[in-house]
């Protein structure tokens, strides 16, 4: 072990000589240092492994030296790739791409495939992707990041260490929710810290078969920011949205099309012809004279340039009964001036039109297969296919698999494997262009899997799957989905997508949707949150209730249904799938509401429970109107429980809980008189019906430490101590039997009771109890990283504040840097959710930076602040004063830049928004009307500054008569401050100073 962790260690020993001499040079201690220091690098490097591992690659997207074009051809254009891509002479300061753009079948692939094995053998490759629309995970981009980033780890292990830890940092990095942030985080800025030099190639092909605007924008814009040494080699048909975005106008892009009518391309597809029929003139024995050189060229000038009809060609004369028949057949046709895609029609026709349609069998056996391929939503395995259908049919697609159709089909002993057709065009062919019998109508087929799906559904989803299966409430199961055929994953993801195509159900597939509805609905919904993301249930249940002869009417069955989304939204949010928890919720709420509409007693707390729940959902997501709106359809239900039930102790505690929600839902509209109210009628219900057992403190206690809130922001301080004082005692009441449910609430509390101690100048109190808060919300997020994040980073700030006022800059630093970047990932991953709570904690750190004379930093910080409050589209009105907190920084900031003009008009802007919020809330806005005061003080300094003295006498003039209206103690010495800069001013205007 200790000789494993020298060699870890990197130490160079020859010889076991050498080994022995060291280690007696050692002593004990020196020893085990070194055992120590190399078992943490072995640690360090399994980590690392571990975190990288998280990006998968996407199967079969890298490049395959068998697919690469055959040798001696396509020489030229590969050439001026080759030496594009190896260029070290920066031609700008960003990355290159070098777009190729073709016709379907002009062979773009293959010379992408040929490039990717040219950069590897030449060490200039980085990475590849080749898209391909009839297989899983390369027709979407969502993989193509992952994969880049695995294979820039490889460049070099600083690198691989930064991508590490990014990814150890915030998992969600690993998928693909923002591409965008994904890119600049595992991708731009490892190479901007650890900058390559020398060119690395990234091959991109058929990116119109799986590209999305996202995607195109990262190429368009976020390529930018790559260094120059990397260059980036795509090739696509030329779709609209494609050469739109990259167009020859950026710089950084460069395109070239590829012409089928070069004389060069017509020699390449000779050579190719000539190369493929020899061979199957060699494995079927036709001959060395066969074909002539003649036929050869009259073959290669019927393809007009388009490689893939030479191959489907060639790959049909091979798979004939005679070769040497089918080639003269096909030299026979005329087809010479056709555009490319008739051209290819006109050889699809002429394949299957040599195919026994007289035989029913057949035709029965070509529709089976090919409309299953042509309706499945992703490619499947024969195999799969199969299992979809009967024991007959499947022996038929067997026999249409040997036939001459095989041709149009990519061929494997591999019966795993995914079967695709040959090429996109002719996909494009059957389903739009054919006439019968080779039309293949989608939709019809489609509707024919929805009853193949419910029939493997029924025969599969049972309580013997591991993980699933429970009788309690929803839960997400843990089951890997090895434990789930390839047609069940299939037929669980889709069967919705399939029913939906159905017009006329037929009597088999209502029998198929009743047994489903009735044995297996559950088992579903647990096997879909497992295999992929939330599906709607709504609208295939409005699809039933018109489209099915006997619509399920079933009261309980729906109330089942809606019981299993509200536990499915509960625990999706608790595994940190946020958009999905709102999905689901929405949907809970709308079949609430129906059922409520035919059963108003029975599910009126029902629906009302939903309510609650979706109200949390949308504030989460930063819908703070939505919120409150919904919050208030809530408590609507609720008091109407109360009034029928008037007695009831868990209606009225319930009605003190929605309305304690809605307290909080107002504050972010500043709304503080109802608010005050709702707290008051909360605390006498409480007080009313609680009884003196723990199991009710906990309402009382969110009430009280809300009330507090509001008298904060009414300017009573000593009254808002002592309801936070109160709310902390319950609390700690509460937490010492219900320990790890009430930590955060307890956390939440001592949070406000430091700030209440602050305001009234308790500074050592206060930073004591922010300490005990940051240390319970340290503990609770181990539990709830997603919920209660936001909630340390808030107290890490506040213990931040307390700190500056005991002048510790130093810690207070510590606080506020932790903070910041606790909460900047999570601002990149929900922005809607925690930009504004991020910008205020930006703010502060400007601020802390301040004090530590660290200027540029504080400048920097603080202008990201303002940024992230000026790109929220409706700020709400408790975030205003925050916005106008940040304006007065900034303004502070450029002020001590020298930049004394600029620092004027963010103080202007901040008293419009205070300004705007009095004149909304009149009586209300005491802290409104304190943050203007002080935005009129610095302003009136800030107009001093640049010898603008009238306007600072009058702004200075304003800000006294506000703090007098304020008229509390905590203002007297800004008073005093402002009182005395008004006589200066008084005495610079009369010329006396």
Known sequence: MLLNSIFEL????????????????????DIGKIVEAANRKLTDKIVLNLNLEKLQYVKGASWNNNRACLPGTRTSLIDKVISWARDKAARSDTAEIFLLSGVAGSGKTSIAHSIAQRCFEEKLLLSS????????????????????????????????GDIAFAIENDPALALAHSMSHQFQKLIVEPLRLHPVDMPLLIVIDALDEGFNKDFLTILCEDVLHLPPMIRIFVTSRPDDDIMRYLSPESPHIHRHRLDIHDPSNRNDILIYIRHLLHGIAVRLKLGESWPTDDVIEELATKSEGLFIWASTVINYIEKSFSPEDTLSSILSESTTDLAPGKKMDRLYENILGRCNWDDTGFVKGYNLLMGTIMALRIPLSISAIKSLHTA?????????????????????????????????????????????????????????????????LNGTLDDDIPGTGSDECFTVPIVSSDHISEEARYACRFWTEHVLDVRSPSKELQSSL??????????????????????????????????????????????????????????????????????????????????????????RLDLSSSLSVLTLRLADSGQHADALKICREALTLCRDLVQQNPDS????????????????????EDDTEEASASIQEGLHLYYKFADSSLDDKDI???????????????????????????????YRQYYSVYHPYSKPRLAMSLNNFSNCLSSIGENLKALEVIHESVSLYRQAVKNDPVGLTSELVMSLNNLSLCLLGVNDYDQASVAITEASDLLRRQAERHPAMYNLIFAKVLNNESNVSSALDRQG???????????????????????RRDFAMALRTLSGCLSNAGQHRD??????????????????????????????????????????????????????????????ELDIESNRPQLGSTLYNVSRLHGWASGSI
């Open 10 to 29: 990197d130490i160079s020993i020859g010889t076991r000589a050498d080994v022995a001499k060291l280690l007696e040079s050692l002593r004990v201690e």
């Open 129 to 160: 992707f080749f898209f391909h629309q009839e297989t899983a995970g390369l027709d979407v981009p969502d993989g193509f990041i992952p994969t880049l980033a695995r294979d820039l780890g490889r460049v070099n292990p600083s690198i691989a």
């Open 392 to 456: 007959s049919d499947a022996r038929l697609i067997d026999r249409i698999m040997d036939s001459t159709l095989g041709s149009l089909l990519p061929t494997s002993s591999d019966v795993s494997r995914p079967l695709q057709v040959l090429h996109l065009s002719f996909r494009e062919f059957v389903t739009t262009r054919a006439d019968p019998p080779f039309f293949v109508d989608q939709k019809s087929h489609s509707q024919r899997l929805a009853l193949s799906c419910l029939q493997v």
């Open 514 to 603: 009743a047994v489903f509805l009735g044995e297996g609905i559950i088992r579903w919904m647990e096997d879909i949150i497992l295999l992929g993301r939330y599906q709607k249930w709504i609208p295939v249940w409005e699809w039933m209730k018109k489209n099915l002869s006997v619509a399920p009417d079933d009261i309980d069955f729906e109330d089942k249904i809606s019981d299993t989304i509200h536990c499915t939204s509960d625990d999706l949010y608790e595994t940190g799938r946020l958009e999905e928890a709102l999905e689901s919720i929405h949907e809970a709420v709308e079949l609430r509401r129906a059922l409520f509409a035919r059963d108003p007693d029975r599910f």
């Open 649 to 668: 102790k868990s209606f009225n505690l319930n009605l003190a809980e929605v309305l304690t929600n809605l307290c909080v839902r107002l504050s972010f």
């Open 700 to 730: 009382p206690a969110q009430l009280l430490n809300n009330l507090s809130l509001r008298l904060s922001n009414l300017g009573r301080p000593e009254d808002a101590l002592q309801a936070i004082q109160q709310s902390v005692e319950l």
């Open 857 to 879: 930093n504080a400048l920097t910080l603080v202008q990201e602040a303002v940024k992230l409050y000026r790109e929220y589209p409706c700020i709400p009105p408790v975030y």
């Open 903 to 964: 620092a004027v008009n963010p103080l202007l802007e901040a008293i419009r928004l205070n300004e705007k919020d009095n004149e909304n809330r009149g009586q209300r806005s005491f802290l409104s009307k304190l943050e203007l005061a002080k935005s009129l003080d610095n302003l009136s300094s800030a107009y001093a500054n640049v010898h603008q003295q009238d306007e600072a006498s009058h702004a200075a003039q304003r800000a006294v008569a506000l703090y007098r």
